[in-house]
């Protein structure tokens, strides 16, 4: 299939496509010459709103510039309304995810809270990463205060009756939670799920800031149960209220209407970084935090926050959209946006910009938390950007290590051998593309293990399918070991033909050294000095990555029974084996005939046990 050419290379094609486009409301969509999606938007006039896209007296960020350069076709739909191309446009970005509609940036900063309602019982944890490839599942956050988040779930936890563990500790009976009365025993069956759902359905109220709701249900449940004379329950009852009431016991807001619930939100920034901070208030409390951050340069401050706002929103249930949103700034869409809202909700939302009194005050207030933020934030990048330029300077790199990838090998005595491949970006962790591998060379296994050929497997592996326009190239790969390991990764690198890609480092533990490719002797550095700390912080991350996950492999190992090892033995068999000898002592001991009296044993499988246990 043949790329087409972007638009701008043809200005008659391109006038005919603007030409195409009507003077209504609707989504456009944009794609590349291989038909990907570059972004997709929004306008009430979709003929002028993309116009302007290709106009050169249009000043564009440094994002769109380039976005605009790739534009290879136009699709649009048409909507009767605003609000409906709002709706649509939320949809579409969430189906397809378009690169340049990527506003908020996902440094996995702040965690969130997940509740799996796509699964028959769900599960409730904390996580610093959105996965969106399941409609029914609820992401609440970013929550700024991990502490109070982390103390919040474990509380509910504590008061709720929810499933404890991943997996169940017995087979065939509940565990001693369900005996206490913490877990109301999932793992046999012992609740429905649509019991079980109502539970956490109370749990995802505490989330959604609805806590006031909660209690009032709560205190109609324990008087219902009172008159009942089921004291059992209404004390169950009156211990959740009063661990629920000590968690909404925080900073009041003085604000009138104490019974509306309202969001405030406010931004602050510099030429590159935009911090976002936006506060929940329900019956006149504070009961969240939330954090997010965009690129400075992604549009202006009112236009960032309604981004902000409808990427928030469009993943929140409607009874969790407050019925009043305060923004520091104008944004561009305010009516559509407050229409977009008010039909999820089924109720008025109103989006105003505080001009005086409490409301403003309000609004200085989340101000002031995004400014210091953005504070946090601007000291670690300077931090980093120092650490970057003095290891330019160190290893004579022709610009900044934007990516940096390091790599290290965990075993014991070549045992469960493994590899980790940790990046960070601009200094900072970037766990996302954090990779484990496992190796395969037949030659490391118990009792020899060999570092040089483990690390060049791993490096094999990892760019081997390498394309040089790959937009996870590395600036630098970190290699933790000696020459010898260095020595192996540039082998690799030079049968890929790629030697002259990357520029490889390796970093000794003992003494801090730092090795180059076809030098017998380490470069002159200060083990202090800002390059040398960032190198540093790069291989103790990849190590204790890589040791982790050994740990993780050899646990695993200790628990699979040596039954697993037999071929054609499955569970189930295993249960009946173990249910008829007790132990696997006396399955070894047993002869085929014994083995066949177990139900479903047959005589080609009896021998196959058999010979297991008796190799020779």
């Given at each position: ?270 030429t590159k970084h935009c911090c976002i901070q936006l506060f929940q208030i329900r019956a006149g409390r504070l009961v969240g935090r939330l954090g997010f951050f965009a690129d400075a340069e992604s549009g202006t401050p009112g236009a960032i926050l309604q981004r902000v706002l409808e990427d928030h929103y469009w993943q929140a249930d409607g009874v969790e959209i407050p019925s009043e949103i305060i923004v520091q700034y104008e944004l561009p869409e305010t009516e559509i946006l407050a229409q977009w809202l008010s039909d999820r909700k089924g109720k008025k939302v109103s989006i105003t910009v505080p001009q005086r009194q409490l409301k403003a005050q309000l609004i200085e207030m989340v101000e002031r938390n995004a400014n210091y933020e953005l504070e946090r934030t601007q000291r ?237």
């Open positions: 299939m043949s790329k087409i050419l972007p638009l701008l290379s043809n200005t008659d094609t391109l006038e005919t496509r603007l030409k195409e486009l009507p003077s209504e409301p609707g989504v456009y969509l944009m794609r590349d010459g291989e038909g990907d999606i570059l972004y997709i938007g929004k306008s009430k006039k979709l003929r002028s709103r993309v116009r302007s896209y290709f106009r050169n007296s249009q000043p564009h960020s440094p994002r769109i510039a380039l976005m605009v350069q790739q534009v290879a076709d136009i699709e649009f739909i048409v909507t009767d309304t605003e609000a409906e191309a709002l709706a649509l446009e939320a949809n579409l970005i969430k189906q397809h995810q378009p690169y340049f509609n990527v506003l908020l940036k996902d440094d996995k900063k702040y965690p969130y809270v997940c509740i799996t309602w796509s699964e028959e019982y769900p599960r409730i944890f904390i996580t610093r990463k959105r996965r969106l490839n399941k409609e029914r599942d609820r992401y609440y956050g970013p929550y700024v205060d991990t502490h109070l988040l982390r103390y919040t779930l474990r509380l509910v936890k504590r008061v709720f009756p929810l499933r404890q563990r991943p997996k169940p500790l017995f087979k065939d009976r509940p565990c001693l939670n369900y005996d206490i009365g913490k877990c109301p025993g999932v793992c046999q069956g012992l609740i429905s799920p649509k019991d079980y759902h109502k539970i956490v359905e109370k749990i995802a109220m505490v989330f959604q800031g609805r806590t006031g709701e909660l209690i009032e249900n709560l205190q109609r449940q324990m008087e219902k149960a009172a008159v009942e004379l089921n004291f059992e329950k209404a004390a169950m009852i009156r211990d959740q209220l009063k661990a629920i009431n000590a968690l909404t016991v925080d900073q009041k807001v003085s604000l009138p209407d104490d019974t509306i619930s309202r969001d405030a939100i406010a931004l602050a920034s510099d670690t990048t300077e931090r980093n950007l120092m650490a970057m330029e003095d290891l330019t300077q160190v290893l004579d790199l022709p610009a900044l290590p934007r990516r940096i990838e390091g790599y290290d090998i965990s075993h014991i005595q070549g045992s469960n051998a493994v590899a980790s491949q940790v990046v960070f970006i601009d200094g900072i962790p970037a766990k996302q593309h954090y990779r484990h591998y496992k190796i395969k060379n037949p030659t490391v296994k118990i009792g020899h293990s060999d570092d040089f050929a483990s690390m060049a497997e791993v490096i094999g592996r990892r760019f081997r399918n390498y394309q040089s326009n790959s937009e996870y190239r590395p600036d630098l790969i970190m290699i933790d070991g000696g020459k010898g390991q260095l020595s192996s990764v540039v082998t690799v690198l030079e049968e890929l033909d790629l030697m002259e890609e990357f520029q490889v480092v390796s970093l000794a533990k003992q003494r801090e050294e730092i090795f180059l490719p076809g030098e017998s002797q380490p470069l002159a550095t200060e083990a202090e000095q800002p390059g040398v700390q960032l190198l540093r912080r790069v291989r103790d991350e990849a190590h204790r990555f890589a040791v982790s996950f050994h740990r993780q492999q050899r646990l695993k190992k200790s628990r699979r029974s040596r039954l697993d090892e037999i071929p054609g033995l499955g569970f189930e068999r295993q249960k009946q084996l173990l249910a008829y000898f007790h132990s696997i002592d006396y399955i070894r001991e047993a002869s085929i005939e014994q083995l066949q009296q177990v139900s479903g044993i047959g005589e080609a499988l009896a021998k196959e046990i058999y010979n297991y246990f008796h190799p020779h």
